[in-house]
């Protein structure tokens, strides 16, 4: 399809409408924020001419993950974690900040090649006779 309507005086107009920027008062970064995603999300629509078929699919994608409070899966799923540490370590080397705990997905504390353990595992050395017991589950 070659109707391309993202550029008009129209689609421009409402998208300024969408993100507040016609309105006094708000949070300007938010607004700017605003713009550019719902911006970038119909100039996705019409480069790629997605169907209304494709776009309630990913709408009850949403609804799905909302409804059942598993929302914040999508973020890791699409890259959007790996891309922020991604994103901050770069911002670190620029500053020459080095030598801290890496970020991972996989969380602070891991560490690659650790031994895995099915069921349970011994936590320490065992060395401390007079240590406590802690039990994790989860």
Do not use: C
Request: charged share 25%.
């Amino acid at each position: 399809m070659t109707v391309k309507i993202f550029d008009t005086p129209e689609v421009q107009d409402f998208l300024n409408a969408v993100a507040g920027l016609d309105q006094a008062g708000g949070n300007d970064r938010a607004k700017q924020i605003v713009h550019r995603l719902v911006g970038d999300l119909f100039k996705l629509i019409d480069d790629f001419d997605v169907t209304e078929e494709e776009y309630w699919a990913a709408v009850n994608l949403l609804n799905a993950l909302g409804s059942q409070t598993q929302f914040g899966l999508l973020s890791p799923g699409l890259g959007f974690d790996h891309f922020l540490d991604m994103r901050h370590d770069a911002i670190d080397a620029e500053a020459k900040r080095t030598g801290g705990t890496p970020r991972t997905i996989e969380g602070p504390l891991y560490v690659a090649g650790a031994p895995e353990a099915d069921g349970f595992a011994r936590m320490d050395d065992g060395s401390d006779p007079d240590g406590e017991t802690m039990w994790l589950t989860g």
